[in-house]
């Protein structure tokens, strides 16, 4: 009997008493747990919101607490349940019984109650098993057969699976071949003739070291690399959308130069980009690297929602540094948790909340000496200024009480540009229009004077007197504002006294706040010592145990040096992206890129120096089936050379290029009616001497119309950060070569280089040509066409004057050598890095 009772009393226990208040353990919970919590639990936290323990549950999720006690019509838990509210229904298979939602509903409404004292989770945070999170491991270095071909630890990677595959590594390229490979790759530039001749002649066991040495010290090691990285950083000289204005921002672009060419260290690169504004005394250069995260867009137009491009500023940071750094998609969270990365919506605007703070100053930058005699200048202009303002009271005001003045019979007299203005609503006049306003009305107010003199004779030498004096003040204070030295202004962030406060933004709808977060890392990388601000966040990145940033780092140089990284999709280290082809080898070059204290120069060092990085591009027909994309690298690969090394190569070779270093962007010839269907119209006059041949990566870069050359060799946009350029085979680009301006002048330089410099014979010119091309001596069958071609120019143009007087105006005689050029220009091998 006594079984029977204790049976029957946790029966009625089991069973719900009609009209007690809900359980939350006993009947809350388990409905919670069978159809929610598999994506509102430990493994997954969807929206940020977690259903297996009461603490989490009153939380709530990104957009802020799911129930509001003792009111469930009021409450997003039933909303959601229900599908009511423009809410989609949950859970997402399948729906609740009524009863249950009935039973959610009373529980809410009776105070949704719960246990007092802390619930075990239900497991505990999920670490990820991805490769790329894995904490990074000096591998061995693997034992290989062919032990002569190995010239440093690279290659006894790359050599283990090639020979794992029976694949052999191809033959070692001449020396011609690696010289222009190198100085291409690592200056962006040709070889020199003089530097060609003297690596041949260089038969010591060091010629290549020093060979190297010699380049990674070119002040163009650094821009070439800078190239690289602006790519990443967006650079541009513009503001971007339809009105597009110019901006200041080239003192960024001179300070990445200089950082590669004195190799700055990576981590310190990392921290003066990010959070240069936040070191201790920061110095101009410091505050000047914060540029990185001002090139950003900036919409100018009327109308706009100015805290909605503030915010779009804020993400593209985000997604950008996730990027660039870390080499993953987290712009995928800003609307919902990743759909295949432990990364969560609720982590993306801890991030985010890091760049929230910012505030968008210019820097002026000026030595001490013209900051000096600026500001004896500026004292001398106060003097002058406080001097005419007794005699001249033009201001707004003024201005303003003279328009009101104007009665429609009198405006007729007024000169039209003023008369212009002043149809103009005050609102909508620009600032040029407001100081021809400006001085319209000083030069009328001058007339009193002359009119005082005239109307009142007694008063004559005294309004004489004023009026001299007025205009003496007057040409005193342009002549003082002409020799004022002008600053130059750059871009900067800097961090805000006030923090803003960081909601989780629903949807990525700035206009949908959810919960406020703080700032915070992925729990799926290892946490940093703090996580206050920027400089937090930026030695975070750069902190050893983190994985992601000298794999991304070292990948993306692999893919500089050889076409293609060890990762192919460079920007993705997530579950989606490749895998990498040689993952002992990745780790190898991050380990030992941290080791040698993040130097990037010896990073650049290590790789163009292994036998690996040595070898012959030519394509090799027994490996297309085995490896036809040559990911084993039992070959190198035939590179066509970035956009802005078209032009250079070209401007090398024909003698023309400025190899001045830094400085604002100039303005190479290009196309008429470029800005033909841009909002705004663009003002481009051509650059005159030395900055008319600067190098590409100088040329000013419009983002609603860059220079045509640019585009049709595959530069970016600058609108998003581009961490690996594609490189396309089109027929524009063979006319661009053929027939654009400015290559046509390059070819008439070019002729000229090869008569002067050539030597005495038609063949040794000719030869001369193609090494100032292509680096190396033409073979017999080449210098065969060659000659050929040039017989018949030369045949052809003396019986045909007029068109050798088209060819080359100043020179007809050098009309069939243009032709020669053109022919060398158009090369496939010329912007060809083999």
């Not at 390229?173 to 962006?188: E, F, M, N, P």
């Not at 915010?311 to 985000?318: E, K, L, S, T, Y």
Request: positive net charge; contains cysteine; aromatic residues 8%.
């Amino acid at each position: 009997m006594a079984l029977i009772r204790l049976f029957l009393a946790n029966l009625f226990l089991a069973i719900p008493v009609f009209g007690a208040p809900v359980d939350y353990s006993r009947e809350v919970k388990p409905l919670l747990a069978a159809h929610c919590v598999s994506c509102h639990g430990a493994a997954k936290e969807k929206a940020g919101l977690r259903l297996d323990t009461f603490v989490r549950i009153k939380q709530g999720g990104n957009a802020g607490p799911i129930f509001k006690s003792g009111k469930s019509a009021d409450s997003p838990l039933i909303w959601a349940i229900t599908g009511s509210h423009d809410l989609a229904k949950m859970p997402p298979k399948g729906e609740l019984p009524k009863e249950q939602i009935a039973l959610l509903k009373r529980w809410i409404d009776e105070g949704a109650a719960g246990p007092s004292t802390p619930e075990i989770a239900s497991g505990g945070p999920v670490k990820s098993t991805h490769w790329s999170f894995q904490p990074i491991k000096q591998p061995s270095v693997p034992m290989v057969k062919n032990t002569p071909w190995v010239r440093n630890d690279i290659d006894r990677f790359i050599l283990a699976r090639l020979e794992k595959e029976n694949i052999t590594p191809s033959p070692e390229a001449d020396r011609v071949t690696y010289i222009r490979r190198l100085k291409l790759d690592l200056t962006g530039l040709p070889p020199t003739p003089a530097e060609v001749a003297e690596f041949l002649a260089d038969q010591s066991p060091t010629a290549y070291e020093s060979l190297v040495d010699r380049t990674l010290k070119s002040p163009h090691y650094g821009e070439m690399q800078a190239r690289h990285w602006l790519d990443s950083a967006r650079y541009a000289d513009s503001n971007g959308y339809t009105i597009d204005a110019g901006r200041s921002i080239w003192k960024y672009r001179d300070w990445v130069i200089n950082a590669f060419n004195t190799d700055m260290p990576f981590d310190r690169f990392t921290i003066e980009q990010l959070a240069g504004d936040l070191l201790p005394n920061p110095t101009p250069e410091q505050l000047t690297a914060t540029g990185f995260h001002r090139n950003t867009m900036i919409n100018q137009e009327g109308g706009i929602d100015v805290e909605q491009f503030r915010i779009d500023a804020v993400v593209d940071r985000v997604n950008t540094t996730g990027s660039v750094w870390l080499g993953l998609t987290v712009g995928c969270c800003q609307c919902h948790d990743h759909k295949f990365d432990q990364l969560s919506q609720r982590e993306y605007y801890q991030f985010f909340a890091f760049f929230n703070n910012v505030d968008e100053p210019n820097l002026e930058l000026i030595d001490k000496d013209a900051a000096k005699v600026r500001a004896d200048i500026r004292a001398r202009l106060a003097a002058v200024e406080k001097a005419l303002n007794q005699l001249d009271p033009t201001s707004p005001e003024t201005i303003e009480k003279w328009e009101r003045s104007l009665r429609d019979d009198t405006r007729h007299l007024l000169p039209k540009p003023v008369a212009a203005i002043f149809g103009v609503a005050p609102n909508g006049r620009s600032v040029k229009q407001l100081q021809t306003l400006e001085v319209a009305h000083r030069r009328l107010d001058q007339t009193r004077h002359v009119l005082g003199g005239l109307t009142n004779p007694m008063l004559a030498a005294t309004n004489a007197h004023l009026l001299t004096a007025r205009l003496e003040l007057e040409k005193a204070r342009a002549d003082l504002q002409k020799k004022e030295p002008s600053a130059i202004t750059t871009m900067i962030v800097r961090e805000r006294k006030i923090p803003r406060k960081t909601t989780i933004l629903i949807g990525g709808d700035f206009t949908r706040k959810g919960v406020e977060v703080g700032t915070g890392f992925p729990a799926v990388l290892p946490a940093g010592k703090a996580s206050k601000n920027r400089l937090d966040l930026a030695k975070w990145i750069v902190d050893p145990a983190n994985p992601l940033t000298p794999r991304v780092t070292v990948n993306r140089v692999w893919g500089q040096l050889f076409g293609l990284g060890l990762v192919e999709t460079e920007n993705d280290f997530g579950t989606q992206g490749t895998k990498p082809s040689h993952p002992e080898l990745l780790d190898y070059l991050a380990a030992t890129f941290v080791e040698k204290k993040w130097s990037m120069r010896e990073l650049y060092r290590q790789i163009v120096l292994s036998a690996t990085y040595r070898q012959s591009s030519k394509a090799r027909p027994e490996l297309e089936k085995t490896d036809a994309r040559n990911l084993l690298l039992a070959r190198q690969n035939r590179i066509r050379v970035n956009a802005e090394v078209v032009r250079d190569v070209a401007l090398a070779a024909s003698g023309l290029l400025s190899e001045k270093v830094g400085g604002p962007s100039v303005f190479p010839p290009q196309p008429e009616g470029v800005y033909r269907f841009t909002q705004v119209d663009k003002a481009w006059k051509a650059s005159v001497g030395e900055e008319r041949y600067r190098r590409g990566m100088y040329t000013y870069f419009w983002r609603s119309a860059p220079h045509p050359q640019l585009v049709i060799f595959d530069a970016p946009d600058a609108n998003t950060s581009c961490t690996r350029r594609t490189r396309s085979n089109t027929p524009l680009q063979a006319l661009t070569l053929l027939n654009d301006s400015a290559f046509y002048e390059y070819a008439q330089a070019l002729a000229a280089r090869i008569v002067k410099e050539g030597g005495g014979d038609d063949p040794a010119k000719l030869r001369h040509g193609f090494q100032l091309c292509m680096g190396r001596q033409p073979t017999a069958k080449e210098l065969a066409r060659l000659t050929v071609f040039l017989g018949r120019q030369q045949s052809e143009l003396t019986a045909n004057p007029a068109e050798a007087k088209k060819l080359s105006p100043d020179a007809p005689e050098l009309a069939p050598w243009v032709m020669v050029a053109r022919v060398l220009l158009n090369l496939d091998e010329f912007i060809t890095r083999e």
